[in-house]
């Protein structure tokens, strides 16, 4: 085990320090995540014929469709970014958005502003909220750290739903390298794909049965990736995509209000990472966003040490009207929630998982790419 674990130490180069044990400093007292997004960052550059590239093969498939790909909207910054670019490449999107039940007020304007500025179509897929929220309190029951693979996993599945519904290759993502391309320490997350991490938990937990909500395992992926060949690109990074100048561009062509931090457009991801991570887990997510953005050039280090400075909910009454929210939308009390946060982590894994089947899946893979480039 890396002995810093035992010895606080942050990084020279970016803010990642030993609040995760995953966390190894090289001789220079650099660590490895951003090390490795450097070379993550590098191998994803994409030029101009990449683009040119890729709208065309959307065209082309999508030809005599009613729409030749779908983007995701989460109403943040990210996603409204590539569905502008998505429309102004002369793509014909569906534009997708996945209410749980927490939206804020704000995404929802920022949604709606966007739509009509683009005059393009939007599902909303909403997830039945009872269901949603017994699965959300059996994950808090179960004291894992990833509340949020319920969001993610379902995100993903109505995605990849709609895609093989229109008979769609191509999903554009608002994921990009440049503001999210850092690996989420393993210890703050837990594998995206394990539909059966969400039934374990859900039944040791819960009366629930899942009867609505749209899972989403390692043999959908496989379906929706390898059979139908459906496509999820990283949209941004075909653009240089720099998250200023996007809110700028985004301000002036539909209207748009940012967050004071990443993926604060939903009520409960902002209750979780603000209030829920730093004191139950002891996980402080900015380090590893603001880190991402000293490494890719958007942020200066001592700017972002200045805003570590800060608490993170940097109001305090706004810490207390999501507080508020929380307990009343899962009718809990105070002192259910000040026990819950005093209670032990318990690792995903303890439940039952796949998360080796797709680790052993994966290598497989890789391995059969690698002999089919071997012999042409």
């Not at 670019?85 to 007020?105: K, Q, T």
């Not at 093989?164 to 290759?169: G, L």
């Not at 075909?238 to 998250?243: C, H, L, M, V």
């Not at 800060?310 to 929630?337: A, C, G, H, R, T």
Request: proline share 2%; hydrophobic share 35%; aromatic share 14%.
């Amino acid at each position: 085990m890396n002995k810093s674990y035992f010895k606080y130490q942050s990084c020279n180069r970016c803010l990642m320090d030993t609040t995760t044990s995953k966390i190894v400093f090289n001789e220079n007292g650099f660590c490895n995540f951003c090390t490795d997004f450097i070379v993550r960052q590098k191998n994803t550059e994409k030029t101009v014929s990449d683009l040119d590239k890729l709208i065309s093969e959307i065209k082309s498939d999508g030809k005599n469709k009613k729409y030749d790909c779908i983007v995701g909207v989460s109403g943040g910054v990210d996603s409204c970014f590539a569905l502008i670019r998505a429309v102004e490449c002369g793509l014909r999107p569906l534009a997708v958005h996945m209410d749980n039940g927490w939206n804020s007020e704000l995404a929802q304007n920022n949604i709606s502003n966007l739509i009509r500025s683009l005059n393009v179509d939007l599902h909303t897929h909403v997830i039945n909220w009872e269901e949603y929220k017994n699965l959300q309190e059996a994950f808090l029951k179960a004291n894992v750290i990833d509340i949020e693979l319920l969001y993610d996993n379902a995100m993903a599945a109505v995605n990849y739903k709609l895609a093989n519904k229109f008979n769609i290759k191509y999903i554009l993502s608002g994921m990009n390298t440049s503001t999210e391309g850092f690996k989420i320490p393993d210890d703050w997350v837990w594998f995206k794909n394990d539909a059966r991490n969400i039934k374990k938990i859900t039944k040791k937990f819960s009366n629930q049965k899942i009867k609505t909500f749209p899972l989403f395992g390692t043999f959908d992926f496989i379906y929706y990736e390898i059979v139908k060949k459906i496509k999820w690109i990283l949209f941004p990074d075909y653009f240089n995509y720099k998250k200023d100048e996007a809110v700028k561009e985004l301000e002036e062509k539909s209207n748009f209000k940012k967050y004071p931090y990443k993926h604060y457009d939903n009520v409960f991801t902002r209750f979780y990472q603000g209030y829920i991570l730093p004191k139950k887990f002891g996980v402080d997510k900015r380090k590893l966003h603001l880190s991402n953005l000293i490494i890719s050039n958007q942020m200066d280090k001592n700017e972002a040490l200045r805003i570590m400075q800060k608490p993170v909910y940097e109001n305090l009454e706004d810490e207390k009207k999501d507080k508020e929210y929380f307990l009343k939308k899962m009718k809990w009390s105070e002192k259910e929630l000040e026990n819950y946060l005093f209670e032990k982590e318990v690792s995903h894994s303890f439940y039952g998982s796949e998360r080796e089947l797709w680790n052993s899946l994966h290598k497989i893979y890789i391995n059969l790419k690698k002999i089919k480039k071997l012999f042409g």
